[in-house]
């Protein structure tokens, strides 16, 4: 899901980097306020599961790349202000050190899978599981978020980049940027990831939440 450089053009990836560059600033002055002491480093533990999860991807017809994110579980655990820290701090150290997803691309891909994917999963959760304190509920809840959300968020990458071909053409009309289009694009990404990566996402929140929920529950931000 990581979009490279040179697939957006600064009509799209300027407003994406506005938008990132606000989610960033309201999380730290939340967090700031809110966060607890012994909840720090689970912080970077979040990170850390993020940056590992992250690293078995699949290249995706476009340049861009499929795999599983662990936004949802990060998000239904720790909160979104959280969320969206931890895994934008995984996704700039992705494309500064590794070249994975490019630096113009850094804000596109943050909103995608830091801001998106976990208050898309957080909405799915409480829609499903509400109050419940039923175990299977809240397993299928938490399955439920992490494959809606990871298909919201490559739906999301998709149009971004599908658009390209339409704001952006030389005198010619060939595409400055992606040159695929919608009808091209959104089928290329969401294939990959409702067949194979939603349900890995799905699988592997419901289990995380499923034990963090029996075993440590005080911690979990969606059930207070």
């Not at 300027?14 to 700031?32: Q, R, T």
């Not at 194979?196 to 963090?212: D, H, K, N, P, R």
Request: net charge positive; glycine share 8%.
């Amino acid at each position: 899901m990581h979009i490279p450089d040179g697939y957006l053009g600064p009509q799209t990836y300027v407003p994406l980097y506005a938008a990132f560059v606000s989610f960033m600033a309201l999380a730290v002055k939340i967090l700031k306020k809110t966060l607890q002491s012994r909840m720090v480093p689970y912080l970077g533990m979040a990170s850390c599961f993020s940056f590992l999860i992250m690293m078995f991807n699949v290249p995706i017809p476009g340049a861009t790349t499929g795999h599983a994110v662990g936004s949802a579980l990060i998000g239904l655990v720790l909160g979104p202000w959280a969320a969206i820290l931890s895994v934008s701090i995984t996704l700039i150290i992705q494309a500064l050190v590794f070249g994975d997803g490019g630096i113009t691309t850094i804000g596109a891909n943050c909103v995608n899978m830091a801001v998106v994917m976990p208050l898309t999963a957080i909405l799915t959760y409480k829609l499903i599981a509400g109050k419940s304190g039923s175990l299977s509920r809240i397993r299928f809840a938490a399955f439920t978020s992490g494959y809606v959300s990871l298909n919201i968020a490559a739906v999301v990458t998709a149009i971004q980049f599908g658009i390209q071909p339409l704001i952006a053409q030389d005198a010619t009309g060939k595409p400055l940027y992606a040159p695929y289009p919608l009808n091209i694009a959104i089928p290329a990404m969401a294939a990959e990831h409702l067949i194979l990566f939603g349900f890995i996402e799905a699988v592997i929140t419901m289990l995380l939440f499923s034990y963090l929920y029996k075993t440590n529950k005080d911690i979990i931000y969606i059930t207070h």
